[in-house]
């Protein structure tokens, strides 16, 4: 049995250096809009667990996070585990002043649910249709403490060179 909300506690000791150069192009994001659209496009470079999508509406931009392949009995754990980690960098390089308006969850954490509050300090919606940090679109221009040009060129060359042996890699696979 292990300890109810464990993934989530992990995630909040994993900074983004531990991710190496998609964490070097997150920390060195301006915005949080750019860290959000570095971490759709290259998060494959990291992980083949889990997927991210930005979905945008009027008022609210969500983080999505879903399975890239099935993960069985351990899906929970890994999307608590994803959610956390980004929602923690993000707080880190926001010094803490990014709100959060929702979590949504496909599955229930009836069990745990005062340890997600405490994580993300917003409103959790159980049995959704999707996993997402649901952050206001009025903070996505908010500056990230960090924000380097010029290191932020560095890892996205990085970024898009291990993209490329990732792409090779899998159509060689296929082949």
Not at 11 to 26: D, E, K, R, V
Not at 87 to 110: D, E, I, K, N
Not at 150 to 160: D, G, H, N, T, Y
Request: aromatic share 6%; net charge negative; with cysteine.
């Amino acid at each position: 049995a292990g300890v109810a909300g464990f993934a989530l506690r992990v995630g909040q000791q994993i900074t983004p250096n531990a991710h190496g150069s998609l964490g070097l192009a997150f920390l060195s994001s301006q915005t949080v809009d750019s860290a959000l659209k570095l971490l759709e496009k290259y998060a494959e470079t990291q992980t083949d667990l889990v997927q991210f999508s930005v979905q945008r509406d009027n008022h609210c931009t969500r983080l999505v996070i879903e399975e890239s392949r099935p993960l069985g009995s351990a899906y929970i754990s890994v999307i608590e585990l994803a959610l956390s980690t980004v929602w923690f960098a993000l707080r880190l390089l926001s010094a803490g002043q990014l709100p959060c308006q929702q979590v949504s969850l496909r599955y229930p954490c009836t069990e745990y649910l005062a340890v997600y509050r405490e994580i993300f300090g917003c409103a959790i919606i159980n049995d959704s249709n999707e996993n997402a940090l649901h952050i206001p679109n009025t903070a996505l221009g908010m500056r990230l403490l960090l924000g380097n040009p010029a290191a932020l060129q560095r890892a996205l060359s990085q970024c898009e060179q291990e993209m490329q042996k990732h792409i090779h890699q899998e159509s060689l696979a296929v082949r």
